[in-house]
């Protein structure tokens, strides 16, 4: 019905920068926000950031002043700017939409298939 496809991770040197993308596509009537959640090894999957259909963000303690969300509404695409990592950041990322998508139109809760973020000391 709708599908999030991230991209972005990599290896990265602690202090250092990347950028995440997430783009969905499908059958799309309504993004009501989008966001980005982490999971480490042997840690359950937490919230990093999210932002609303009218740009209202949120963001993980932890990642607060380092990270900023952003989203391209022409583009169905948010986006997650990572400074200053530190390797406790290092996780698989994955992409969320909060939504109404599908035909017939559904609230939905969908997840991409996560990109690895791996930040070296």
């Known amino acids: 019905q709708v599908q999030l496809v991230e991209s972005g991770g990599g290896l990265v040197q602690a202090g250092g920068s990347l950028r995440l993308s997430c783009a969905a596509s499908g059958i799309i009537f309504r993004i009501n926000a989008m966001g980005w959640y982490r999971q480490a090894p042997g840690k359950q999957r937490e919230l990093v950031a999210t932002i609303t259909n009218g740009g209202s963000t949120n963001y993980a303690d932890s990642v607060k002043g380092r990270f900023t969300i952003s989203r391209d509404k022409a583009k169905n695409t948010v986006y997650l700017q990572m400074n200053s990592l530190k390797p406790e950041d290092s996780a698989v990322y994955y992409c969320?939409?909060?939504?109404?998508?599908?035909?017939?139109?559904?609230?939905?809760?969908?997840w991409g298939k996560g990109t690895l973020l791996t930040v070296s000391s």
């Open positions: 969320n939409a909060k939504g109404v998508f599908g035909a017939p139109p559904s609230g939905m809760d969908s």
